[in-house]
């Protein structure tokens, strides 16, 4: 998935409510809770930056991958501080180790094919060391099955543009879902509307099949969390946070 240009030039406006710093602190609370040592991480799906520049506040070493070139043209407008390469991070292949693979916003669900969750976590091996960790958040099956997506509309406005956005849900299979949204945006300063349609193809997992996917690639399964909590993710819980150890 690539975000289109419209899209992505609205996306931090859309996302502004997003606490990126929470989430960040909860990550760094995580491997520190588990007593693990990082210096260096790769972020894999960056989007604009806003959790990378975070983790680099911080004092983490991050590098970042993004397949939208309109996503990193506005980070660099943003001016994040820290390197982030245009590619496919499924065929993303640098000649450097992390002792952290980070990926945030559940990027994975974007992977509808088997054969791309497997290059996922193949990424992620190849740039590990020995022991390293990999963490990723993703929609949780049971959680998904037990609360269905639903229709919704969204209002989001600064100073130059007011955004009016709906999103309707489509059942493609027990797994995938399309999200279809439909945005209508007014330009304050121009005084004119505009709209685009984005249509979004999101697929959910369940624990057991990422730990099968993992343990395949090399990993050891550590952990599952809740979104932004220690707890271990129960039958309603939408999102869910994975840790896994390079063997």
Do not use: C
């Amino acid at each position: 998935m690539t975000y289109k240009k419209f899209y992505s030039q609205f996306y931090d406006l859309i996302y502004s409510k997003k606490n990126y710093k929470k989430e960040v602190s909860f990550i760094i609370n995580l491997i520190k809770k588990k007593n693990i040592k990082v210096k260096k991480i790769l972020e894999l799906g960056s989007g604009t930056g806003s959790h990378g520049r975070y983790i680099k506040k911080l004092g983490y070493d991050i590098i970042g991958v993004e397949k939208s070139t309109h996503m990193i043209q506005i980070s660099k407008k943003k001016k994040v501080n820290f390197k982030i390469y245009n590619f496919d991070l499924k065929k993303f292949r640098i000649n450097k180790k992390f002792d952290l693979v980070l990926s945030l916003f559940h990027v994975i669900n974007y992977m509808t094919k088997d054969i791309e969750v497997t290059k996922f976590f193949y990424t992620a091996n190849y740039h590990l060391k020995k022991g390293g960790y990999f963490i990723f958040d993703t929609w949780h099956t049971p959680g998904v099955r037990n609360s269905k997506p639903f229709k919704t509309k969204k209002i989001y406005s600064n100073n130059n543009y007011k955004i009016e956005k709906k999103a309707a849900p489509l059942k493609i299979s027990s797994k995938i879902y399309d999200i279809i949204y439909n945005f209508r945006i007014f330009n304050k300063i121009k005084k004119f509307f505009f709209s685009f349609i984005e249509q979004h193809r999101i697929r959910h997992f369940t624990i057991e099949d990422l730990i099968k996917v993992g343990e395949k690639k090399g990993f050891e399964f550590v952990s599952s969390h809740k979104q932004l909590s220690m707890s271990k993710p129960n039958k309603y819980d939408w999102g869910a946070t994975l840790l896994f150890k390079k063997s």
